[in-house]
């Protein structure tokens, strides 16, 4: 995890500000991350937080939706999440999974604070779920986005953003580059995930935010860019569906 690299956050957060990243979204993935997250935002001025429970998360740990929207009350929570579907690695009846996804959608409705989704292998069901609760009434974004250009139709067409991660800069990643290719640039976001999936030319080391800029560089090449106008768009992008961090 980050706090185990040298330097811990504190480093990671100063390198990332050394290299022109004015703004660092800390994302939760239960309930003690919760706290974590929120406390890494108020050390540090240039970091928010969101809070929500990942879908892998083991099944009895549950927020209410009230018990969602009071973590979200701090002043520095800017979004829901990480809440949505995983198929790939947790099986059997996944009703409990959907239910969870529900209640961070009608918090964040509720909230007026953007969702943060994760879909592996569920793409169908995350998607239905989103269009059938109204989720375009809190917005959101599809986060470290690995579908296909139907998926990436679909959240265009409620208002969701694309968040792009370190995966499009791999060979493999051949279907993902297509869709980077199509996706109208006002509506797309970059990120790291960190501390996973680093983007070549790190792959397969720690991620860190100051890698982000290797994702920048490679869509920029990709579409025909320049890298400037990808930071710069996709900055706006997020100031944009976050406004409180302008």
């Known amino acids: 995890m980050l706090a185990d690299e040298p330097g811990g956050i504190d480093a990671m957060v100063a390198e990332a500000t050394d290299n022109g990243i004015q703004h660092i979204l800390c994302i939760a993935i239960d309930k003690k991350s919760c706290a974590e997250v929120k406390a890494i935002a108020d050390t540090f001025p240039q970091v928010t937080a969101s809070v929500g429970i990942h879908p892998n998360v083991e099944q009895e740990e549950q927020f209410t939706v009230e018990q969602l929207i009071a973590e979200a009350s701090h002043p520095k929570v800017i979004a829901i999440g990480e809440t949505g579907l995983d198929y790939f690695r947790s099986e059997g009846d996944l009703e409990w999974q959907r239910e969870r996804f529900r209640v961070h959608i009608e918090a964040a409705k509720q909230t007026q604070k953007p969702l943060i989704i994760h879909t592996r292998e ?76 680093a983007p070549v030319p790190h792959r397969g080391k720690t991620n860190k935010p100051v890698f982000v800029k290797h994702v920048a560089q490679f869509l920029a090449e990709l579409r025909g860019d320049t890298v400037e106008n990808i930071a710069a768009t996709t900055t706006a992008n997020f100031q944009r569906l976050f406004p409180t961090t302008t």
């Open 122 to 197: 569920a793409r169908q069901d995350t998607m239905a779920i989103l269009e059938k609760e109204n989720a375009e009434k809190a917005g959101g974004i599809i986060h470290c986005f690995t579908e296909n250009w139907e998926t990436a139709q679909r959240a265009l067409d409620i208002g969701f953003y694309i968040s792009l991660s370190g995966i499009v800069t791999f060979k493999s990643a051949k279907e993902l580059q297509d869709v980077a290719k199509k996706l109208p640039l006002d509506r797309i976001l970059i990120e790291t995930d960190s501390p996973y999936l």
